[in-house]
């Protein structure tokens, strides 16, 4: 393992303590957290003294009593004050501009929305009489709106005023109606004539100018729900809450989530360096944990499974079971919930399903010491999430979510059966268990159709579909080959299910083994005539060359694919492939070639020999043997069965002995079963047939 690859380790388990630090003081004791109408399994005793609280929805129900209970409250509004006056304002700012016509002013005063009589109008084209009225209504105009005109609508005696900080009860006698305030204009008055005109004016100018005070309505209706004890009652220590097999009622359901909720509030006054102890143990635990599972892979599963994108899959993994413990911890909601099995056959489907098993039974811990040690709703789901993995295992094409999700309910319906005749649980119980599972289940597979496709296509991974997608014959990248190097396309062909089958065999992965067989030598379309399955008079072309430059071109092929492969967005496992199925070996024809001349061999033996690296998995190791199989017996005029073990023999111990597998991790015994699954296979392809 590399410095990074330690790092990036290290910071994921750090970002697992700290989220424990965070939620350890919210976190809920899973042994109070019974349901309405289970059966207690045991006595609850209170450790503590602390108070029981209401319900959510009685408190919220009482709150909002109260709220409804509460008088709206009122205001004088200054705006439309200003508003009256800035009207009366222009109407005698139009008698100012020297208009003599009556009906000119009329118009003028209509367009912009006042109606005065053409009576008045004479009246108050006159200056005496215009200032003696408007002096009269600017002043009675202030002292009216101050006290406030209030709305017909309003139907109680009395209504409640805010001005400044303090609300005041208003018996309505002692506030202006708009009829009232446009009385007390008129009698202000003298004369008939200054009536008639004040009472036109006064119907233009006057407007209700008491109206809600919203903001201050809000205020006191929050008031009121606040001042609602949240507290019914208190229990003492040592005082039992529930006893066992009794039936838990609202009166019980409610002391238990108000121990709940005393618990967390003293995690939340837990001193930090207990905290922070706490953290650090965590950390250690889950270091061991993925460490442990991490050489699993290397032990198990020595194929390249610890790349970047495989390690950040695997970090995500165990950080996502983490983030959805959050939810039983903060919200107080049953763990069955959780979709314990995505982050599971995620992996299972990313890498392989032996995986995923392992996986399973790590992530199972892992999940268990943030639910405060209750492995059984973890440990069910688990048991569940195995049905999904076998799933996987039994699809060989395309994945279907239909039947995963089956596979992964009937488990959960048979564990769930079995738990709740054990228990004698009521069967509202087992129904209500049914439904968190589903909703686990149904989360599991929603969360699976969003990830998956990014896992896929971001991260560039060799997962079943994809490799299926690659083996499709429509792939604008295999018709390329076909088209352009048909020798090379029937070779990989050949290639494939050689590979396949051995794959299989000896339980690697055979999708990724054929698809990297249709692919190893793809790097050839760009050059496709100087390789003689593609054109039997190209060593006319390689005479005209020098030994190291026929050798080149040769080499080429392979970062020509690796190209090809990255610009085509191939999974780096098949890159791998294509990088690696030559290993380090040496050109031999051209370097056999280059000896017989006076070529200086040192000048340019790096040329004579592939880049590598040797094979690092057992599909690339395949592949390997496989190519050097199929073109070695292609060559020979004879195909007997003698001719062809010996094929084998002397290709597999060519390999050993110039250590092209030694990073390969393939036992003896597994190379033994890939030649006697390849052999009858290559027998089949050039078995000589009768002419009839």
């Known amino acids: 393992m590399n410095k990074n690859k330690f790092l990036l380790i290290i910071a994921a388990e750090l970002l697992v303590a700290l989220i424990y630090y965070i939620i350890c003081p919210y976190r809920t004791n899973l042994k109070y957290n019974l349901t309405l109408g289970q059966i207690a399994e045991r006595d609850i005793i209170a450790p503590f003294d602390f108070l029981v609280y209401k319900s959510p929805d009685v408190l919220k129900s009482e709150r909002e009593t109260a709220a409804s209970k509460v008088e709206p409250v009122y205001k004088v509004s200054e705006n439309l004050k200003f508003n009256a006056l800035k009207n009366l304002d ?132 929050q008031k009121a729900r606040e001042s609602v004890s949240a507290t019914i009652g208190k229990v003492l220590k040592n005082e039992k809450i529930i006893s066992k097999n009794q039936k838990v009622t609202t009166n019980e359901l409610l002391k238990l989530r108000s121990l709940q909720t005393a618990e967390a509030e003293q995690k939340k006054a837990k001193s930090i ?88 039974f790590f992530n199972l811990i892992f999940v268990s010491h943030f639910l405060n040690w209750n492995f059984i709703n973890p440990a069910i789901l688990s048991i569940a999430t195995i049905g999904g993995i076998i799933a996987l295992k039994q699809m060989k094409k395309k994945v279907s979510y239909t039947l995963l999700t089956f596979y992964l309910f009937i488990p959960f319906l048979l564990i769930n059966i079995s738990i709740s005749l054990i228990k004698f649980d009521d069967i509202s119980i087992f129904l209500r268990h049914l439904l968190f599972g589903s909703i686990s289940i149904v989360l599991t597979i929603i969360g699976l159709r969003i990830v998956v496709p990014f896992v896929e296509r971001k991260l560039n991974m060799a997962t079943k579909q994809i490799l299926l997608e690659l083996l499709d014959f429509d792939n604008p990248l295999l018709k390329k080959i076909s088209s352009l190097a048909t020798g090379t396309y029937h070779h990989s062909l050949i290639v494939g299910n050689l590979s396949e089958s051995a794959a299989e065999a000896i339980g690697a992965n055979y999708l990724l083994a054929r698809v990297g067989s249709y692919y190893h030598d793809i790097g050839k379309i760009e050059n496709p005539k100087f390789f003689i399955e593609n054109n039997p008079n190209s060593s006319e072309l390689h005479e005209d060359l020098l030994a190291n430059e026929s050798a080149l071109i040769i080499k080429k092929h392979v970062s020509e694919g690796i190209r090809l492969g990255k610009k085509y967005k191939l999974p780096q496992q098949v890159i791998d492939i294509i990088r690696q199925h030559h290993g380090t070996s040496a050109i031999k024809y051209f370097l056999n070639k280059a000896k017989k001349t006076n070529l200086k061999i040192d000048d340019f033996k790096e040329q004579f020999y592939y880049d590598g690296p040797k094979p690092q998995t057992k599909e690339a190791a395949i592949v390997m043997i496989a190519d050097i199989i199929e073109s070695t017996t292609k060559s020979k005029n004879e195909h007997s069965e003698e001719i062809i073990k010996k094929i084998f023999d002397d290709t597999i111990e060519e390999l050993i002995k110039d250590g092209q597998l030694d990073d390969a991790p393939l036992t003896l015994k597994e190379l033994k079963i890939i030649k006697e699954t390849m052999f009858p296979i290559i027998m089949g392809v050039y078995r000589k047939r009768i002419d009839y």
Not at 170 to 194: F, H, I, K, M, T
């Open 90 to 221: 222009f109407i005698f700012q139009y008698f100012s501009k020297g208009i003599t016509e009556v009906k000119i002013l009329s118009n003028q005063l209509s367009k912009n929305g006042y109606q005065l009589s053409e009576n008045n109008i004479k009246f108050l084209m006159k200056s005496k009489n215009r200032q003696k009225i408007y002096n009269y209504l600017i002043e009675k105009l202030d002292s009216i709106f101050n006290v406030g005109i209030y709305s017909a609508n309003i139907q109680s005696k009395k209504i409640r005023i805010s001005r400044g900080e303090k609300i005041k009860k208003y018996p309505l006698s002692r506030l202006y109606s708009l009829e009232e305030a446009r009385d007390a204009l008129v009698s202000g008055v003298n004369s008939q004539r200054e009536k008639e005109c004040v009472k036109e004016l006064a119907n233009i100018i006057l407007i209700e100018n008491i109206v809600p005070d919203v903001e201050r309505t809000k205020i006191e209706k």
């Open 273 to 360: 360096p207990e905290l922070l102890l706490s953290s650090f143990g965590i950390f250690l635990l889950s270091l061991i944990l993925f460490f442990s599972f991490y050489y699993i892979l290397l032990l198990f599963f020595p194929a390249n499974y610890t790349s970047y994108p495989n390690l950040f899959v695997i970090l995500s993994s165990f950080l996502a079971s983490i983030f959805f413990t959050i939810f039983p911890n903060l919200f107080n909601v049953p763990s069955l919930i959780i979709p314990f099995a995505m982050p599971v056959i995620l992996v299972a489907f990313v890498f392989n399903p032996h995986i995923g098993l392992f996986f399973n």
